[in-house]
């Protein structure tokens, strides 16, 4: 048990080092920044989703929320970076306070109304009544913290703070209860586990995620409408890219997203309705024969072979 | 999970690493060969928006600028200062709409495809991500359209705004027009965002100094696909204008709840009748846009003086004849869009012909030179210090049918 | 009165979630393909609306029910099929959305709005042609529906499924054939609603489909999922919100719908008309 966390450390440890040293082969610094940023982001679902069962459709909202947050802890409050990237988190996990009722209803419902709440977060923002402390429709400028390279090894140590948070939750009882509660909640409830007071906390992780990487992206890119940053595919790419790698996995999210993202600026970009075509496609694969993800694949060869099953279902 | 599992994840993620650093690798191939190996030929490196909301502008915009280079090319290409003749190149990449996308396709063309010059996608939106990117690398940013106020400040010397007024000067007409003809009771709806709402400003702050407030000044979100309700309370205050400011999108929701309604009010103005008339015209009619104020934009007005590049006449003509070989194929009339990517092309090549070198400093200094002096078939081009275009101003006028002919009547300015 | 064209655009997906427990996420797409489907065949063959939303319910049920034999069955098989249909049409809506943009372009398309001749006077009040066919249409659409539920044989074997697939089927009713004709239904009203969604909604471009998906979605919780008549007090009560917002605060319409479909799903999370049966 104990060697396999170390090898799974291992692993993320070479990730984040893989990234640290890509820009100096590979000086297009957005992409490596918005893989890392969307490996931080698919995670963040799959801690929610794979842990809870919970889907977020609306997951932008989060991202959008901790974007505005860390803009307007610099533009109004004149915070230093550090203190406005806290502050953009902190704001983020209230709204999902906030939001926590949602945390009531199942399923599709709450898939729904988790889209819902991040158009009215959107709508709110972009009104033109808040336009003093927003700036509404006219957008974000904070291009005088811009700094590409500060803002993008910021986004490494979270990933790495990510990877290993995701690691010590799979490993922990606490993730081992989490699991449980997702398969079968009353009985997980009946032995003594505050299931309420669990799922409230990895949905405000999952916030807080969402509202971190908001929150360095808006420092990466610094200029800004509301539109670019709540823009419903950022949260839904992260979905795909999890669910594509595999649900509730450690590396599923990573290895997704490497593949998908990578596909993604390579066709994408020349004929972009192939690739939503393909996308499309990619998913009613995945949901009719593949509903576990890439990494489910090995598993199965395994089992093929008459391999020794695992103890725990999901890794 | 045992060792050997492990060990084919670690497998995968190496590979998929390098299939990370390939796939990078393959995007400034796709995109055209790199601009700085080859020494001579000028890249001009832009985005397009094939999908999304701004399909319907971009791609005009940027057959323009394509329609612009092989014209340059067919006549051998640009002269630079030094007497040479270079080739120019369009080194281009589709953003989609997404302002995500295009952060890193900016990033992509100044730091792979290292691009001579650097040409913005269409409007404030898929122009902001570019700003700070540009200004960063010390690279000039040629934008085409993006008119929001706050990419012009006094500290960013990497920026030229080609095509269009800034938005602060757009209602300047407008608000003229709406004192001369002593209008009363003035309703006004702008879209809840930076383009609309600065111009709202400029007509409110216009109209208090002469003494006139707007009967309804009212923002709406800038998704607002249906009018009807705000344009039937408008009707019942008995307005003496309707002052609609929107995205193309708004502007034929709010005219199709306008023409429903059966009202007749004297002046009603929307901004992109005049700038993408066969759209409307295909959904209201050539009968239905007259009385219809806009803000004409070439080919409505024939800029008179034509001193640099064809004029509209001559430009009809060409871009209508070339129009199978540019990317989105036009078809149909031309429209402002065209001329206004033909426009940043003009800008460019007169920039490379007056600058000393093609250091990026050099450039922005050779903008300068000739600011003001030069007329193109879009008007006169003038920019500030901030780089904000103030030329080419927009007069407003009004749609016409006559004899199953609709034309524009352009007001006095 | 536009509240019974909303009633219209939910009622598809109700349907099939009340049938099948299948999140159809497709469904403003299938609107959208009909609103395409009826502007096409103008242009083309200058078929009025009305009669192509004849046409096209009959083309569009009988995509409905290929759909339905391709993906539905191995769906309720699995495990939570209500998530992976939500995430399976998903899917669906991207490689409809990408055809779409292949094969219309991306310029919105409207139609003329006097094609039905100018407004109509009733009761000292102008009701524009426009608006009033929709009404009309889906007045006669929603009565045949209720008409085919609640009176005729395959339409009480459908509620009967919808109340209870296993006892539905130890009635000996042949769960497939029903649950694929419903399904054929739903996306036949969603694209007969399409139609006139250039009328009401305004432009309809390949991107529409997913804020009417959304849209839908508010209007059959506001009702109660899985209860046809809900549906039709979802699409009111849509309608008229929408419309007080408009008058009053205009600026915050856009967001009203989804602020109701929150509050409606926190208080009452079956609906205002739901049966209140739901698990923890």
């Not at chain 2, 400003?201 to 800038?222: C, F, H, R, W, Y």
Request: a neutral charge.
């Amino acid at each position: 048990m104990r060697k396999q966390t170390t090898i799974d450390l291992s692993i993320s440890l070479v990730l984040v080092l893989a990234f640290v040293a890509l820009p100096h082969f590979y000086s297009n610094l957005t992409i490596l920044f918005m893989m890392a940023m969307y490996m931080v982001l698919s995670q963040g679902v799959n801690l929610l989703y794979g842990l809870t069962g919970y889907m977020p459709f609306g997951y932008v909202g989060f991202f959008g929320a901790g974007a505005y947050g860390f803009s307007i802890a610099l533009q109004h409050l004149h915070f230093p970076i550090v203190l406005a990237l806290i502050f953009g988190v902190l704001f983020t996990s209230l709204v999902g306070v906030i939001l926590s009722p949602l945390l009531r209803l199942s399923g599709a419902y709450f898939a729904i109304g988790n889209l819902a709440t991040s158009q009215v977060i959107y709508g709110i923002v972009a009104n033109s009544h808040l336009q003093g402390i927003t700036g509404g429709g006219d957008g974000v400028d904070i291009s005088q913290y811009f700094n590409q390279t500060a803002s993008y090894y910021v986004m490494l140590a979270v990933l790495l703070v990510v990877m290993v948070g995701i690691i010590w939750v799979k490993r922990s009882s606490f993730g081992l209860s989490l699991q449980a509660m997702r398969d079968d909640s009353v009985s997980v409830a009946m032995s003594g586990v505050n299931v309420v007071r669990n799922r409230m906390l990895v949905w405000l992780a999952s916030a807080a995620i969402a509202g971190l990487c908001g929150a360095i992206y808006a420092w990466f890119i610094s200029f800004f409408y509301p539109s670019s940053v709540f823009d419903v595919s950022i949260g839904i790419f992260a979905i795909v890219f999890m669910l594509f790698g595999g649900q509730g996995t450690i590396f599923g999210p990573v290895i997704g997203t490497i593949i998908l993202y990578g596909i993604y600026n390579v066709i994408g970009v020349s004929t972009p309705q192939y690739f939503q075509l393909a996308y499309g496609v990619l998913i009613v694969i995945l949901v009719m024969f593949l509903p576990n993800g890439v990494l489910s694949l090995f598993k199965r060869g395994r089992r093929a072979h008459g391999r020794v099953l695992e103890s725990r279902p999901n890794f | 999970m045992d060792m050997k599992n492990k060990v084919l994840v670690s497998v995968v993620s190496a590979v998929g690493l390098a299939a990370l650093v390939a796939g990078c690798g393959t995007v400034s191939g796709a995109s055209g060969s790199n601009g700085s190996s080859s020494s001579n030929v000028i890249t001009i490196g832009t985005l397009y928006a094939s999908t999304g909301s701004y399909a319907t502008s971009s791609m005009p915009e940027y057959a323009g600028l394509t329609f612009w280079a092989n014209q340059v090319n067919a006549q051998g290409g640009v002269t630079l200062s030094n007497g040479k003749k270079e080739k120019v190149k369009i080194v281009s990449m589709d953003d989609q709409s997404n302002a995500t996308t295009a952060t890193t396709e900016y990033n992509q063309l100044i730091t792979q495809d290292k691009v001579n010059v650097l040409v913005t996608d269409f409007g404030s939106v898929l122009t902001a991500p570019a700003v700070p990117i540009a200004q960063e690398h010390k690279v000039v940013l040629f934008d085409q359209s993006g008119t929001g106020s706050n990419f012009f400040t006094p500290t960013n010397k990497y920026i030229v705004l080609t095509s269009l007024q800034e938005s602060t000067l757009w209602a300047d007409s407008l608000a003229q027009d709406l004192i001369k003809n002593n209008t009363k009771n003035i309703a006004i709806v702008y879209a809840d965002n930076d383009f609309d709402g600065t111009q709202n400003n400029t007509v409110v702050s216009q109209l208090a100094k002469a003494g006139i407030k707007p009967m309804i000044d009212e923002s709406v979100p800038t998704s607002t696909s249906n009018y009807t309700t705000i344009v039937h309370n408008i009707d019942q205050k008995n307005p003496g204008a309707i002052i609609e400011l929107g995205y193309q999108p708004n502007d034929t929701a709010f005219l199709q709840a306008y023409k429903a309604s059966g009202v007749k009010v004297p002046i009603v103005f929307t901004i992109f009748p005049g700038q993408l008339p066969a759209i409307f015209e295909s959904q209201f009619g050539a009968s239905g846009l007259a009385g219809v104020s806009t803000y004409p934009t070439p080919p409505f007005i024939n800029v008179q003086n034509v001193n640099y590049g064809m004029n509209l006449t001559q430009f009809e003509s060409a871009f209508k004849s070339a129009e199978s070989s540019l990317p989105g194929h036009p078809t149909g009339p031309i429209n402002f869009l065209d001329v206004a990517g033909y426009n940043t092309g003009l800008i460019i090549q007169h920039t490379l012909e007056s600058a000393k070198s093609l250091s990026q400093s050099n450039l922005r200094a050779a903008v300068d030179t000739f600011s003001g002096k030069i007329t193109t078939l879009d008007g006169n081009f003038q920019i500030n210090s901030e780089g904000a275009q103030v030329g080419e101003a927009l007069p407003t006028g009004h749609f016409v049918y006559q004899n199953g002919k609709l034309s524009m009547v352009v007001d006095a300015n | 009165m536009i509240g019974l064209f909303y009633a219209l655009v939910g009622l598809g997906l109700n349907l099939i979630f009340g049938v099948m427990k299948v999140v159809n996420l497709a469904h403003g797409d299938f609107l959208m393909l009909g609103a395409f489907g009826a502007y096409v065949s103008y242009q083309l063959w200058h078929i009025n609306p009305i009669v192509s939303v004849l046409i096209e319910f009959v083309v569009f049920a009988l995509l409905g029910m290929l759909i339905y034999f391709g993906f539905v069955p191995r769906l309720v098989q699995s495990k939570d099929p209500e998530m992976l249909s939500l995430i399976l049409f998903f899917g669906v809506s991207q490689v409809i959305e990408a055809l779409a943009t292949m094969a219309f372009g991306v310029n919105p398309v409207s139609f003329n709005v006097n094609m039905f001749g100018p407004s109509l006077e009733l009761f000292h009040q102008a009701y524009p042609s426009y608006l009033f066919v929709p009404f009309v249409v889906s007045l006669v659409l929603l009565a045949l529906m209720f008409f085919f539920i609640y009176k005729t044989k395959p339409g009480t074997a459908i509620r009967a499924i919808m109340g209870s697939r296993d006892e539905a089927a130890a009635n000996g009713i042949s769960i497939h054939r029903y649950s694929s004709l419903a399904f054929g239904i739903g996306i036949g009203l969603a694209a007969v609603a399409g139609v006139f969604a250039p009328f009401v909604v305004g432009g309809v471009d390949p991107t529409t489909g997913t804020d009417l998906t959304t849209i839908s979605f508010a209007i059959i919780v506001i009702g109660s999922l899985g209860n046809p008549i809900g549906t039709i007090f979802g699409g009111l009560v849509y309608g008229i919100s929408m419309m007080l917002m408009q008058t009053y605060l205009p600026s915050w319409a856009s967001i009203a719908p989804y602020v109701l479909l929150i509050l409606i799903l926190l208080i009452r999370p079956s609906g205002i008309l739901g049966r209140g049966v739901r698990h923890a």
